[in-house]
């Protein structure tokens, strides 16, 4: 999405700030359109360092150039090629970190897991916790599946200094816009080059302009089978032709997850005079959010 301003003095402005400084053609090309800006700061680190884009080492030097999240230390490990794993990307695993939007990756996945697909749960940002009985509970209790499934794991990426190991023929599974930007950097070890992105809200609109803001919004155009969850945020997505949403099929093949409530907590109950006339107001917000 693009941005002009039709104002004739600020227009003089730019003209004169145009000859002017450098620096403010770039922060104006930035502003406009903050997806185009990362793409070329890609391509600029490629082409500096005169490497092949779509390359592990084009993308370790696009990380190494550019401000962003920290991507995983990666590597193959040919003794997992012959089975396949999903590759849950989370911020971090444990209960105190499971909020709505890691609760459903997890229910989601551990319900693949039932099928025979294997499972790792990635703590991209944190260690894991020591004790991890909690966890495998907490997913339990989640999925009211009362068995410990044997080819799910939990592992950490969150040491940089340690390699991450993983088959080539593993697959991402992307929960947030950094955790996303890290699937996309690990496609250049594996022989899948799409991943699956569970798209929970419009994450650039949690930030202000920015390099964050950019980033989140970059993840939208990246090769990846979409999972929105709610037909709501679906149609916000293709009606505001986000990303890769106008290309041709695209929306059609996305899943949409219908918002679970449990009844016997949520539900409708008629006024009474013996009940007390409250309204009640049910809202969502981001962990630390004020």
């Known amino acids: 999405m693009e941005y002009t301003i039709a104002d004739p003095q600020w227009s003089r402005f730019e003209r004169v700030m145009d000859d002017f400084h450098p620096a403010y053609q770039l922060s104006k090309r930035i502003i406009r359109s903050p997806k185009i800006s990362i793409g070329d700061v890609k391509r600029y680190a490629v082409k500096a360092n005169v490497v092949q884009a779509g390359t592990a080492e084009a993308a370790a030097v696009m990380w190494k150039e550019y401000p962003g999240p920290e991507v995983l ?16 990307l989370l911020p971090a695993v444990g209960v105190k970190y499971m909020s709505g939007g890691p609760n459903t990756a997890v229910s989601l996945a551990y319900r693949m897991a039932t099928k025979g697909i294997p499972i790792r749960f990635v703590s991209t940002g944190l260690p894991l916790d020591e004790d991890p009985e ?27 200094s340690q390699p991450l190991w993983l088959g080539e023929n593993d697959v991402f599974f992307a929960t947030a816009w950094w955790t996303t930007q890290m699937a ?46 709610s037909q709501l945020l679906a149609d916000f997505f293709n009606q505001n032709k986000v990303g890769r949403f106008p290309t041709p099929g695209f929306f059609e093949s996305s899943a949409v997850l219908d918002i679970a409530v449990d009844g016997t907590k949520f539900y409708f109950q008629a006024r009474t005079a013996k009940r007390e006339k409250r309204e009640w107001c049910l809202s969502s917000a981001e962990p630390g959010s004020t």
């Open 184 to 229: 996309d950097h690990g496609l250049a070890i594996t022989r899948p080059k799409k991943f699956i992105y569970i798209i929970q809200e419009f994450e650039p609109g949690l930030y202000n302009w920015s390099t964050d803001y950019a980033l989140a919004l970059d993840t939208y155009e990246m090769n990846y089978a979409a999972i929105l969850n």
């Open 134 to 160: 909690p966890m495998w509970r907490h997913i339990e209790s989640l999925t009211g599946i009362k068995k410990r499934i044997p080819h799910v794991k939990m592992v950490s990426g969150h040491d940089r």
């Open 73 to 88: 230390n990666l590597q193959a490990a040919p003794t997992l090629t012959s089975i396949p794993h999903f590759n849950v």
